[in-house]
T-cell receptor
Framework: NAGVTQTPKFQVLKTGQSMTLQCAQD?????MYWYRQDPGMGLRLIYY???????DKGEVPNGYNVSRLNKREFSLRLESAAPSQTSVYFC??????????????FGPGTRLLVL | GNSVTQMEGPVTLSEEAFLTINCTYT??????LFWYVQYPGEGLQLLLK?????DKGSNKGFEATYRKETTSFHLEKGSVQVSDSAVYFC??????????FGDGTTLTVKP
């Protein structure tokens, strides 16, 4: 099992450019999450998908869109990148979305720099 | 809403020293509590968890006890190693499985 994979690992964008961050999991998990990690601020939830076909906003959704393409894949799109979106982005998954006892499994992250 | 407050870092210790990283939380209902560890250049991975009051989670010499009366889940290790150098995140998972993370504590262990 590869677990949770993310592409790309690193990306540099200019202000106003768009890009899509890809995430896939091979653990047959139902729910998937996108977080951003900024220095001294822990992880903040951008969007999540409790199950295939559903998506919901998290704590910091502005400037982002998501697509749950199928059960395995959950992409994050920046339509018009801004320097404030410079961050490390983590995708995570969990088997049962409603069970608070369950562990989240994280991908290795995508480092995004917006100039 | 739910929140997690972690001991501010960074923390620097000598090898074989005792480690405590404090974590307190506020939450409605009956959350589960987690410690995740992040090694340089990697994603977070579960270190240990506790799902109800008075439970003790343990792994790799690390321990934490779910204290409902003090709303705390402090991480401890009796003797740290250089390989324990990492960022440690306290987290809670509440209703509907949504997680809230602390800001992270950077631990550096020197030989």
């Amino acid at each position: 099992n590869a677990g949770v994979t993310q592409t790309p690992k690193f990306q540099v964008l200019k202000t106003g450019q768009s890009m899509t961050l890809q995430c896939a999991q091979d653990m047959n998990h139902n729910s998937m999450y996108w977080y951003r990690q900024d220095p001294g601020m822990g992880l903040r939830l951008i969007y999540y998908s409790a199950s295939e076909g559903t998506t919901d906003k998290g704590e910091v959704p502005n400037g982002y869109n998501v697509s749950r393409l199928n059960k395995r894949e959950f992409s994050l799109r920046l339509e018009s990148a801004a320097p404030s979106q410079t961050s490390v982005y983590f995708c995570a998954s969990r088997f049962k979305p409603g069970q608070n006892t369950e562990t989240q499994y994280f991908g290795p992250g995508t480092r995004l720099l917006v100039l | 809403g739910n929140s997690v407050t972690q001991m501010e870092g960074p923390v620097t210790l000598s090898e074989e020293a005792f480690l405590t990283i404090n974590c307190t939380y506020t939450a409605t209902g009956y959350p589960s509590l987690f410690w995740y560890v992040q090694y340089p250049g990697e994603g977070l991975q579960l270190l240990l968890k506790a799902t109800k009051a008075d439970d003790k989670g343990s792994n790799k010499g690390f321990e934490a006890t779910y204290r409902k009366e003090t709303t705390s889940f402090h991480l401890e290790k009796g003797s740290v190693q250089v390989s324990d150098s990492a960022v440690y995140f306290c987290a809670l998972s509440g209703n509907a499985g949504k997680s809230t993370f602390g800001d992270g504590t950077t631990l550096t262990v020197k030989p």
